[in-house]
């Protein structure tokens, strides 16, 4: 079975440019989620969505961020414009249901010059 | 409060050595579930093991044990006859009645050849 897939792996832009993520889930798996993660530190919610529905954006900055997930399949993660603190990683996870084994994909490493 | 701490930042042994790494955590809940993830170099969330609250059972897995303790709170990870390639920051975590994914800071492992 495939696992959580993620693309770009790497991606390096200028501040105030907009940028975007995506993220497949492992197929069947209704929660999806984004997260954050610094160098040193563990991951940090930043949105859960119930099929279609974000249930739990409470620490997504909304001014910059937004999230999509269309068809409660693949989601979108966009920031714009990006900022020099955005540098980060950032990780989609899936699970069956928001009660069940969270599982990672590899991650976008975020670089903003 | 939800909290779990790792209190090792960094923990470096010789091959072949037995190494325990530690986490205690703290919640209101008495339904809960605790987790371990294993963060090689290459960056992806891989998981090792879920324990729900009412399952004291310590669990073995090839070379992995996990010792889960409600009294003092503690979830430890043990290692034994470690390899290089166990060499990752490894994570613990903490799934609250509201399904939100609390974690550790992480402990990185390094295994000297």
């Known amino acids: 079975e495939a696992g959580v897939v993620q693309s770009p792996r790497y991606k390096i832009i200028e501040k105030k440019q907009p940028v975007a993520f995506w993220c497949n889930p492992i197929?069947?798996?209704?929660?999806l989620y984004w997260y954050l993660q610094n160098l040193g530190q563990g991951p940090e919610l930043l949105i859960r969505?119930?099929?279609?529905?974000?249930?739990?954006d409470s620490q997504l900055p909304k001014d910059r961020f937004s999230a999509e997930r269309l068809k409660g399949v693949d989601s979108t993660l966009k920031i714009q414009p990006a900022e020099l603190g955005d540098s980060a990683v950032y990780l989609c996870?899936?699970?069956?249901?928001?009660?069940?084994?969270?599982?990672f994909g590899p991650g976008t490493r975020l670089t903003v010059l | 409060a939800q909290k779990v701490t790792q209190a090792q930042t960094e923990i470096s042994v010789v091959e072949k050595e037995d190494v325990t790494l530690d986490c205690v955590y703290e919640?209101?809940?008495?339904?809960?579930?605790l987790f371990w993830y294993k963060q090689p170099p290459s960056g992806e969330l891989v998981f090792l093991i879920r324990?729900?609250?009412?399952d004291e059972q310590n669990e073995i897995s090839g070379r992995y044990s996990w010792n889960f303790q409600k009294s003092t709170s503690s979830f430890n990870f043990t290692i034994t006859a470690s390899q290089v390639v166990d060499s990752a920051v490894y994570f613990c975590?903490?799934?609250?009645?509201?399904?939100?994914?609390?974690w550790g800071a992480g402990t990185k492992l390094i295994i000297k050849p």
């Open positions: 996870a899936s699970s069956l249901s928001p009660g069940r084994t969270q599982y």
């Open positions: 197929s069947g798996h209704n929660t």
């Open positions: 969505y119930e099929n279609e529905e974000a249930v739990d």
């Open positions: 919640t209101r809940d008495t339904t809960y579930y």
């Open positions: 324990r729900n609250s009412f």
């Open positions: 975590a903490l799934k609250d009645s509201n399904y939100q994914l609390i």
